[in-house]
């Protein structure tokens, strides 16, 4: 069975610093990684998308990728209270298969 | 532009009653994806439709179903409805893919 495995939290950090999300994937044949972001109550918004091994740098996201490894994490800097959401990572296999959410890690950026 | 546009947002239903749930895609999006989320499950795959044919599902049983029209449009629909379908119901559209736009979701209830 296809998963992708996230640490629930929650993750504390304080403002100002840098968090880092992780996920770790089963399906080797996994191309595309996804990060999104679901304040509470509401939908999931794509923040991060990676799909070669390394890093791949938006602002003040960083996604990190390591096929060999089946890892992929996702690093905030600067972190803001307006960051504090639960971080989704999701794994899609392309072709016809379906894209696999994690179940989520809970981020609390306290001021 | 325009983005996913779910209805209803909120539903109550007894249980034994059926339901659908309408989806309108960002335009030019033909995939259309629709995903169960709940506290305890996170995010579960029901299906997905491309240009009107299903090209995947998950382990949902038979009483999940879904179509898509020829403008992208999507419907699931749960017939008999138990206490543990209970949930939001996301859709998700994409040119391909897992770079979602969720819409808003439907927050179901069965009572």
């Known amino acids: 069975q296809k998963e992708v495995e996230q640490n629930s939290g929650p993750l504390s950090v304080p403002e100002g610093a840098i968090a880092s999300l992780n996920c770790t994937y089963s399906?080797?044949?996994?191309?595309?990684f996804f990060w999104y972001r679901q304040y509470s109550g509401k939908s999931p918004e794509l923040i991060m998308s990676?799909?070669?091994?390394g890093d791949k740098e938006d602002g003040r996201f960083t996604a990190q990728l390591n096929k060999a490894s089946q890892y992929v994490s996702l690093l905030i800097r600067d972190s803001q209270p307006s960051d504090s959401a639960t971080y989704l990572c999701?794994?899609?296999?392309?072709?016809?298969?379906?894209?696999?959410f994690g179940t989520g890690t809970k981020l609390q950026v306290i001021p | 532009k325009a983005g996913v546009t779910q209805t209803p947002r909120y539903l109550i239903k007894t249980r034994g009653q059926q339901v659908t749930l309408s989806c309108s895609p960002i335009?030019?999006?033909?995939?259309v994806s629709w995903y169960q989320q709940t506290p305890g499950q996170g995010l579960q795959f029901l299906f997905e439709?491309?240009?009107?044919?299903?090209?995947n599902k998950g382990n949902f049983p038979g009483r999940f179903s879904g179509r898509q029209f020829s403008n992208s449009r999507s419907e699931m629909n749960v017939s008999t409805l138990e206490l543990g379908d209970s949930a939001l119901y996301l859709c998700?559209?994409?040119?391909?893919?897992?770079?979602?736009?969720f819409g808003s979701g439907t927050r179901l209830t069965v009572v």
């Open positions: 998700a559209s994409s040119l391909s893919g897992g770079d979602y736009t």
């Open positions: 399906d080797r044949v996994s191309q595309s």
């Open positions: 990676i799909y070669s091994n």
């Open positions: 999701a794994a899609d296999s392309g072709g016809y298969q379906k894209v696999t």
């Open positions: 335009s030019g999006h033909r995939s």
């Open positions: 439709y491309f240009s009107e044919t299903q090209r």
